[in-house]
């Protein structure tokens, strides 16, 4: 037996102790569903957010695309200085699509999409997430509220 090292010694010592289950430290994944319930409600109920919540609404999606292909996303959110639309078309990132201001605090923005069903919401500036209350609504992913758009071919 050599004092020296083979090469694929580490290699098999670091591959065997990633296959190796880690012990789930008790109460992690309560403690995590907790923490995101009380930072999601924390957002909601800062600042101005209540008054802005209370006073938003969402107004008509068009289920089917209009001649040109494009479906209005329209809101109605006083107190924000702009607004977002996210969902599964845009990876749920708030840089993508920005809605326009159209006045009396009304937020719009055109979008093409192909048919088939999609989960959306709007963020405003403010980091308030908000559900469309005229569109079918849907959890996402955290047990939070989102909106879907069905979008019918021609």
Known sequence: MSDELQPDEPL?????ALRTTPAMTPGLVE????RH??????????????????????VGIALRSPDDGYITFALV?????????????????????RLEPKGDDRWEVKVKLAP???????????G??????????AL?????????VTVLSE
């Open 12 to 16: 098999h010592a670091a591959v065997a």
């Open 31 to 34: 403690r995590t569903r907790e």
């Open 37 to 58: 319930r009380r930072v999601r409600r924390r957002r909601i109920f800062s600042g101005g957010a209540v008054a802005s919540l209370a006073a938003a609404f969402a």
């Open 77 to 97: 959110a006083p107190e924000t200085s702009g607004v977002s639309l996210v969902g599964d078309f845009t990876e749920w990132e708030t840089d993508r699509l």
């Open 116 to 126: 088939g069903r999609y989960r959306f919401a709007y963020v405003t500036d403010e």
């Open 128 to 137: 308030n997430w908000m559900a469309d209350e005229s569109a079918p609504p």
């Open 140 to 148: 996402d992913d955290f047990g939070d509220p989102t909106s879907v």
